[in-house]
Each structure stands twice: as C-alpha cells, then as structure tokens.
C-alpha cells in the first residue's frame, strides 16, 4: 500500500548550479501524480530527490524536509533504507544484462539477501502479472536474458522489478520516452492499473500522457515548482499564465 | 479537505500544505498485511558499516601501488648505502670495476645501457612510425586486425626467447655475414674496428631494436587513431596527397605523444635484461667499435649478482640497481604524462 | 591576353598548383607508402623468422621424456624440463593468489570510488610507471627482502616477485572494463537499495567480468615468461621440488640457464623449452582477443 510524500522547502544543487528552489508540494497516497514542464526544469532532480538517488552524484546536494508517510527521508533514515521502500523506473531501460528475466525481476529481493525460493517464485509471477509482462515471458524465465528482450518488454520488466520489493512509493523518470506507441500504451494502462494500490509519481514530456493517467499534475519550470493541482484543473483552467502558456504548446 | 483515498476522484491539493490532517498514510487502514517482502526489507539495515568497510579495503588495495613503490625505493637505499657512502656520486663516473680490490665504478655501464638503447631507438623508431602510418592510415581493412595482432605478439614474446634466438641465429649472422658487411661498406667510419665474434654493442642493440618495436607501435597507433577524423578530412579537403594528409594531420597534431612513446620504449630498452645479458659479452669496456662487447647496467646485475661476495660488491650492485630504478621511473613518468596530454579520456595501452 | 598555357608558376592562376609540383607531391606519396609497407615487413620478418626457427628447433626434440622427466645429468641424452613445468605452475599460482585480488581490488577503488579524484589520478599514473621499472628491479628488491634475511632462495620469494608485477596491469584493465558498465545499471541496483558494497560486487564486476579475466589471463602470460626477477628469488632448481620455501625450477629460468651453457644437449632442451613457453603465452594472448571484444559487448548496453 503507498503512502503519501510531504515535501517542505526543498532545494537541490548540483555542484554551484540551484536546480530545484523552494519546493514545496504534498503527494497523496495511492493516487499517481505527473510532474511535467520543459527540458532541465527539475522534475527529473526533484524525483530522483524522493528516493536520495540525487545523491549518488558527488557534486549533488539537498536541503529540506521530504517525508515519506511520517518518516524524515534525509534525517531519520539512511539512502539504502529509502531506496527499498521506493521502486525507481528509469526513462532507458536498464536490465542487468548478466541476469536472466527471473534473475531480473528478484534482483531487489536476492541482492539484499533474500532466499526464501517459495516466495521468491510467487513475487516473480506477480510482478510479472501486475507489469503485464507474465504471459510474454513466463517460459523463459531463466533462460533468456534480461537485455535480449525488446524495449518495451524491458521496460515493464523494470517496472516488475520495481514492484517486486513491494514498494510504498513508485517513481518513474519518463517511463515511456524510449518507447514505441504500443509499448507507451500498455504502460500507461499499467500505471492505471497500478495506482490504486501504490503511490505513483511519474514524470513525463508528454502532456497527453498525463492527462491520461494522473489525478493531480504538477507544473515545473527553472527549477521552480509553478502550479499544482488536479489533472483537470491544471489542463482545463490554470491558474498560473505560465502554466497555460507551457500547455497551449508556447514554448517547450 | 480532500478525502484522499477517493480512488479515481479528483482531489485538488493546494502547494501550500498543511495536510497532517489526513489520517495515518503508512499501510495498515486497510486489511492487507505487511507482506513477508516488505517486512523482510524492513528489516533489514542499512548496510553502513559494511559499505565503509568495503570503501577502506579497496581504498587499501589502491594504496599498495604507492607502497610497492616506496617499498622499492627504501629497500634499495637501504641496501646500497655501504657504496653510497664509499664512492658517492663519483660511483656514476667512475670506470674502474674490480671486485676483487673492491673497487667500483659504474661508468662503463651507463654507456653499454646508453649506447645499446640509444642504437635501438635509432633503428626502432623509423620502423616502428612506419608499421603505426601503414596500420593507422594505409592498410586495408580486412588486413588490419591480423597484423595488429601479429604485432601484439610480437610483444608477447619472452625476453630469454629473444636472448636465445639472438644467441643461436643473430650472433653467427653478425659474424658471418652482417659484419664483414657492414666492415666493407662501413669501415671508414671507424665504428667497426677490431675483432668481430659476433657478440658485442651491435649485435645486442639489434635483438632490443626489435624488442622494443613493439611498444613504440602501438603507442604511436593509440596516439594516431586518437586524432580525429575531422582533421583528416580537413587536410583533404584543401587537395592534399595521403602522405600530406598524413604529415600535416595526424603527425603534426600528435608530436608530443608520439615522442612520449619513443619515451616509452627508451625505459623498456634500458632496462631490458635476459635478452641483452647474452649477446652483449659482458665485459666492462668502453668502446668506440660497434663490435666491441660491452656490458649494461641491467647486465652486470643479472650476471655477477649471485656471485657477489662481499658487503661492498653486493652494496655496489644494489646501487646499480637504485640508479636503474630511478632513471626508468623518470623517463617513464615523462613518457606517459606526454602521452597522455594527447590521448586525454582514451583508455592508455597496457603494456 | 594571352592564350598559351602557361609554364612557370608564377604566371599562373594561383589556386592550381603546377604540374611539377603535382608529380613531386605524387611520388612523395608513394614513396612514403612504399617505405611504410616495407618497414612493416621489415618488422614481421623477424616475428616470422623467431617463430619459424623456435618450432623447428624445437619442435624435433619435444617428446613425452620431455615433459615428465627432470633433466638428465651433463653429458647424458634425453631428460625434460617437467619440473621447471611445474615449478613455474606453483610459482604463478602463488603471484596470482597474491597479485591478482590486491590490482583488482584497486582497479574497483579507481574505476567505482576514486574516478576523477586526485588520489585516483595518482594511483593511475604510479600503476603505469610501476609497469616500466626494470623487472630485475623487483628481482633485487624482493632478494633484499625476503632471501637475504631469510636465505635460502624459496619459490615463495618468486612469486612475491611476479605479484608485485601484476599488480599494476590488473589494476588497469580491471579499471578499463568496470569503465564500460554503463552507470546506467548501477544506478537500477543503488535504486533498489541495494548498498554500494553488494552492487560493486554482483552487479559491476559481475557485469565486466569476462574482460577483467581475460586482464588477469594478459598479466598471467606476461609474467609467465619473465625471467630476471626470478633469478634470485627463485633461483632454479636441477631436481624435483615442490617445496616453497626452497629453489625452486622455473620454465624461463632453464631455458636460459640452457641457452648460456656449453653443451649442446642442453641448447635442444632450451629450443623445446622456448616452444612450449611460446605457445601457451600464445594461447593466451590469442585468447584474449577473443574475449576482449565479446566482453566490452556483453558488459555493454
């Protein structure tokens, strides 16, 4: 089950550059929230600040308060605690090539040192259900690898590797970008599926994407978070001129 | 306020928040246990101390390339003080080597290694460019890679392999039949006087110039494919012939690295051993004859080190081996920083 | 105006450069082609004329006595080299035990915690110049070590000597090939919460594996046929040993042991010895070739 993320004056630098100023803004549980807005806005820094994985960059820091449920993410827990409660999509996908698509999938689970072979098989055919991906692969489990499935294959592996660790939070960095439309589409009716029962944040280029599938949209622009509100709101009737201009296609 | 798990309902939510007001968010309002996934997860630590620990070995292990330096460095003074003391500086300049009056001196030695390694560059480096111009710009395709490896092989052959093929081929060749040779044509150079047995500076610096070809190719190569194509096709485009293109693209933008590998196989052939030791007849004389037998300071190392009795002698030779250690350090430490500067972010050559 | 074509440079238009020039240009050109041609024979020659020699040579006296006998006593026919074999079998398993963790141990520190920092810098540029020094250097050092305090000669103080030469080209080819993992899957496991420790080890090494072997393999055949560092650390051995804490025999060691003596029986041992030397340092040069390009491939994206 998700939870909700409170943000609270967030800032993030990378190195001397200020990406993200002063965010401020609170996720609902079990609901997905899309984060659009032009290219180097900071939605991609901003998402990769909910699970500290900002942080595997030497140059990056972040100041703030970001709360997962009652949980201070950055002082009351540790970066490899956060990151296993929150399931992270990549906009390439980024299958361990070693590995096969079982291996794949449980890699969260058999990396932190998980061995119970029951549950392990359960977790990879419910993960692979939930992605949609079970009936395409599930002969093949051990023996194809990861990275000679094709695109979206790989991509909604990811996303069932993702969900395997049974994440409270689920962040996805452009799911579909990389992708052809059937591919997108099938995500996209994943996420729908899927955001009942996980928290979604999922940052997209494609305004039509966000529509589609979230309840509430938020609009970034130079590192500034401009507007948030439900998806239909924001779409319909912004309240920031910026906003609207970003929507009607004025620039980015 | 928003009732927030309202599936599918729009719930606005303003930025400026203060929504504690909603019930508990962590899992259980509803009747789905912990799963036996996520409690496992929990459990689990944050790997800290593991990850730091993890972080110091390798940090230990890549710290062990300075001290296997240093180790070196120490271990060699240490040893060669008793001559350090008795001879000084003047131990380089000294041309005497009699171990039986225990009197020593190095001279004859820094010329064996100079003349040898500066001969061999003298006949590796025109091949060496030329095998790097013919493989980098010249050679067709499909010849490319079986060459290139033929002379990665090159490479891989031992040094005592070399020394006996040298022994068994390049000696009676030098005596039979190169050296009346070169005495004929050569003679009124004053290079090829005296006796002739086939061992001798000559012959020694022949078996390196082919040792060392190796390096200073390949080097050169890497340097060469690191210049970009657009320079090429810069210089083309103004009408230049392939040999121009050459001369002014590539050679001209890659000088400094490509002295750096003639660097680079400067410290290989000074400090080349086994092959070196049996062609070269090991005799502590300085000679202006090519045929003359000379002796290197890696030589006299190999050749009388185990049977050196006496603190002096063996103090005399660890000395040699300090100034081995230092200039190769040297030269090679300038060698790489050239080649570096012009291959900068390309992976260097092991070598 | 004249109509004449014109003969002399300066008259004419500039921006085509005359034919005299052209031809000497052109004849440049292919003298220069000629040359690099003949220079690449002329370095291939001597590859063809080693190998060639060493199999004929050496080939006629391999047999089986060759490889299980130890060497006969001067003077007599037949003998083998086994025990220099075997003896430089213990003494690279004993440099690889102790060489091969240490470099790729900082061949991780370079390529996962220090690439780009000052430190990692330093130790880069060391391992490469600690590839240049003398391996009689090393030979010396260590026989100041451990043999002088502690004689006698011991296999042990061989393979000291051997480590510390593979160290620095473990440590560079580990770093090459953990470079081609793409950040990419490392950042799929760190997003997984899996500490950095683990993704080191499961997912980067793992990832680079095949080319970090076929590292360790060029740092094996490369050592395999060193002779000078051995020669008073291990020392050689005329019979049978096993022991490490004794001389020990060494394939390069015989053979130039053999090459240098009188005795004619003795030179047929060195010919075969170079052969079988040759080609297992062959085999494994030729090998890595091979796995050098499937590697980057396989670790690739």
Known sequence: ?252 | MSAEREHGATSPVKPTVSVVSAPKETQVTTTEPVSQVRQFLNARGSGLIADRSFAALMLACACSIFLIVLFIFWILIKNSHLSLNAFGWKFFVREAWDPVSGDFGALPFIYGTLATSLLALAMAVPLALGVAIFLTELCPRPLRAPISFLSELLAAIPSVVYGLWAVFVLVPLMRDTLGPFLVKTFGWTKLFDGPNFGVGILTASIILAIMILPIISSITRDIMKAVPNSQREAVLALGATRWEMIRIGVLRNSRIGIVGAIMLGLGRALGETMAVTMVIGNHPDISKSLFAPGYTLASVIANEFSEATGDLYYSSLIEIGLALFLVTIVVNAIARLMVWAVTRGAPSRIS | MSTQPLQSQSLGDPRKPSRVNILRRSISDHIVTGLAILATILVLAPLAAILFYLVYKGASSLNLAFFTHIPAPVGEEGGGMANAIVGSGIILALASLMGIPVGIAAGVYLAEFGSGTFLGNAVRFTADVLNGVPSIVMGIAIYSLIVKPHPPYSAFAGGVALAIMMVPTVTRTTEEMLVTVPHAVREAALGLGVPKWRTVLSVSLRTASPGIITGCMLAFARVAGETAPLLFTAFGNQFWSLRLDQPIAALPLQIYVYAISPYDEWHRLAWAGSLVLIALIMVSVTLVRIFANRGVLKGGS
């Open chain 1, 1 to 252: 089950m998700g939870v909700g993320i409170q943000v609270e004056d967030l800032n993030a630098w990378y190195g001397s550059t200020h990406t993200l100023q002063d965010i401020n803004l609170h996720i609902p549980a079990n609901h997905a929230t899309a984060l659009i807005g032009p290219s180097g806005c900071g939605k991609s820094t901003f998402v990769r600040c909910l699970n500290r994985m900002h942080e595997t960059n030497p140059i990056a820091r972040a100041t703030g308060v970001v709360k997962m449920g009652e949980v201070d993410i950055y002082r009351e827990a540790s970066p490899v605690e956060i990151r296993r409660r929150v399931g992270m999509v990549f906009q390439r996908p980024n299958p361990f090539p070693t590995m096969s698509i079982y291996d794949n999938v449980i890699s969260g689970l058999k990396l932190n040192g998980f061995r119970n072979r029951r549950v392990l098989d359960e977790t990879v055919e419910r993960s692979l259900r939930q992605a949609a991906l079970w009936e395409e692969v599930k002969d093949d489990l051990k023996k194809k690898s990861g990275a000679s499935l094709s695109g979206g294959q790989q991509q909604r592996m990811c996303i069932a590797r993702a969900l395997a660790v049974d994440p409270e939070v689920l962040l996805m960095d452009e799911p579909a970008s990389a992708l052809d439309p059937v591919s997108t589409s099938k995500i996209e009716d994943l996420i729908f599926q899927l955001k009942s029962q996980y928290t979604i944040v999922i940052v997209t280029h494609n305004m039509q994407q966000a529509a589609r599938v979230a309840e509430n949209t938020g609009f970034f622009l130079n590192g500034k978070l401009v507007e948030f509100d439900s998806t239909h709101k924001i779409f319909t009737n912004p309240r920031d001129k910026r906003t609207e201009d970003y929507i009607t296609g004025r620039f980015g």
